[in-house]
């Protein structure tokens, strides 16, 4: 157990639908990432919050869009949903933001877009 | 060329055996990480290095920041310890991971 929670777990939706996906951090982890992983592939980084402000972005178009609460927890939005979209995506959690610190993983959520 | 390159892709071995799993980086690091991915998802931090070596029961892990290689050891290897291990670096100005592809390792009793 990493202490690190993700709702949904599985979620089906449509071509052109929104989705928001949310994390629970660890009580005092003020960093959180989040990345998507396709079948097959490793990870990829799509954007990382640092006391609720963007502190980094991979290569995701603006339709992927973030929030970081004041209570560690976390949404990752996604608008106008492709089918290429579909995948897991994995929020992970540290304190603090300035590197060399371990990564708290949460369990995924796994989207699919029909 | 992907900036994290990891070796092999597939590592098929019978109980008992020493598992190697490699990892070269073309970026400068702060950090290097070894996880675990089982199937389903969920991901375990096994390992984070900067320099030298590091022990946890069966796992060893290795790094050479000049030759920008890390390497995953497992003794006496064992069913359970099937899964996908990925190496992950951290760049120099944060907390931000990029992944290796992974390696899918299966252990045979």
């Known amino acids: 157990e990493t202490g690190v929670t993700q709702s949904p777990t599985h979620l089906i939706k449509t071509r052109g639908q929104q989705v928001t996906l949310r994390c629970s951090s660890q009580?005092?982890?003020?960093?959180v990432s989040w990345y998507q992983q396709a079948l097959g592939q490793g990870p990829q980084f799509i954007f990382q919050y640092y006391r609720e402000e963007e502190n980094g972005r991979g290569n995701f178009p603006p339709r992927f869009s973030g929030l970081q609460f004041p209570n560690y927890s976390s949404e990752l939005n996604v608008n106008a949903l492709e089918l290429d979209d579909s995948a897991l995506y994995l929020c992970a959690s540290s304190f603090p933001a300035g590197g060399g610190e371990t990564q708290y993983f949460g369990p995924g959520t796994r989207l699919l877009v029909l | 060329k992907n900036e994290v390159e990891q070796s092999p892709q597939n590592l098929t071995a019978q109980e008992g055996e020493f598992i190697t799993i490699n990892c070269s980086y073309s970026?400068?690091?702060?950090?290097l990480h070894w996880l675990q991915q089982h199937p389903g998802g969920g991901i375990v931090s096994l390992f984070m290095?900067?320099?030298g070596k590091k022990k946890h029961g069966r796992l060893i892990a290795t790094i050479n920041i000049q030759e920008k290689h890390s390497s995953l050891h497992i003794t006496a290897s064992h069913p359970r310890d099937s899964a996908v291990y990925i190496c992950a670096v951290e760049g120099a100005s944060g907390s931000r991971l990029t992944f290796g592809e992974g390696t899918q390792l299966t252990v045979n009793p």
């Open positions: 970026v400068g690091i702060s950090a």
């Open positions: 290095l900067s320099s």
């Open positions: 009580s005092g982890h003020n960093t």
